[in-house]
């Protein structure tokens, strides 16, 4: 697959629709897929948190998830076609495992939250893409346990709603475990967005790379951190980076 390398990230270069397709290939050869999506403050994170490079870089597939990161592409001279938002690409693919008869694992979040997705997607779809559900909160040794189970749920889709770099690293270091299932993906706070505990921001905002303000707006004591000062490091490496390279 076409791809580019920036700040220390490989992404793949890759329109939402090229992405779903090599998915659902993927998944009809029945063989295994490692997604994973990154954003302004991942890239940053991934500066110094090596065993996050490794985790993210080693995964067959990368997406740019943050709209500053198609931005930076372009400025450093290595333009991605577009933004292939992990929340974006969760729902089309729940919509694809209707479609298809896929089976579909849910983990993370807390366990109310988790609920309310699998019964928004049931209603919405049925109960038949359903693999299994579990909360995102456990302990370290209960890991490997974990990824037995999904494997051995029929799943053939899961996704991951726990925090960076948890999840990444959980997806890593279980990817031989979890051989059973043909996709797994991190998606971070989609769990939230799709219970309806948290709300996107518009489609302007969306389009505008204004997502992060709208969510900083509605949690700002936890997101500030995240935002703020992730954001000005993340121009600072772009800014670094397009004068060095010259």
Same mark, same amino acid.
């Given at each position: 697959m076409n791809k580019i390398k920036i700040l220390n990230t490989t992404i793949h270069n890759l329109s939402?629709?090229?992405?779903?397709?090599?998915?659902e290939r993927v998944i009809e050869s029945k063989k295994q897929l490692h997604h994973v999506v990154v954003n302004a403050g991942k890239i940053v994170a991934?500066?110094?948190?090596?065993?996050?490079?490794?985790?993210?870089? +080693?995964?067959?597939?990368?997406?740019?998830?943050?709209?500053?990161v198609v931005w930076a592409s372009k400025i450093l001279g290595k333009p991605l076609k577009e933004r292939v938002a992990g929340i974006d690409l969760m729902v089309n693919l729940v919509e694809l495992a209707a479609k298809n008869n896929y089976k579909i694992f849910f983990l993370g979040a807390k366990e109310e939250v988790v609920k309310t997705v699998v019964n928004v997607y049931t209603d919405q779809y049925s109960s038949n893409i359903?693999?299994?559900?579990?909360?995102?909160?456990?302990?370290?040794? +209960?890991?490997?346990?974990?990824a037995k189970q999904i494997s051995n749920s029929g799943a053939?889709?899961?996704?991951?709603?726990?925090?960076?770099?948890?999840?990444?690293?959980?997806?890593?270091?279980?990817?031989?475990?979890?051989?059973g299932v043909?996709?797994?993906?991190?998606?971070?706070?989609?769990?939230?967005?799709?219970?309806?505990?948290?709300?996107?921001a518009p489609i302007w905002m969306q389009n505008c790379g204004l997502e992060w303000f709208y969510r900083f707006v509605q949690e700002p004591k936890r997101m500030w951190k995240r935002y703020l000062v992730g954001n000005t490091k993340f121009i600072l490496l772009v800014i670094k980076e397009r004068f060095t390279k010259q």
């Open positions: 939402m629709q090229e992405t779903l397709q090599d998915i991934m500066q110094d948190d090596l065993q996050l490079r490794k985790s993210v870089n +080693e995964s067959n597939l990368i997406n740019a998830d943050g709209q500053a359903i693999a299994g559900y579990r909360n995102g909160y456990f302990k370290k040794d +209960e890991e490997q346990e974990i053939n889709i899961l996704f991951v709603a726990i925090s960076s770099p948890t999840k990444e690293n959980f997806l890593y270091e279980n990817k031989t475990l979890l051989k043909n996709f797994v993906m991190g998606v971070g706070g989609s769990f939230d967005v799709v219970s309806g505990k948290v709300k996107r």
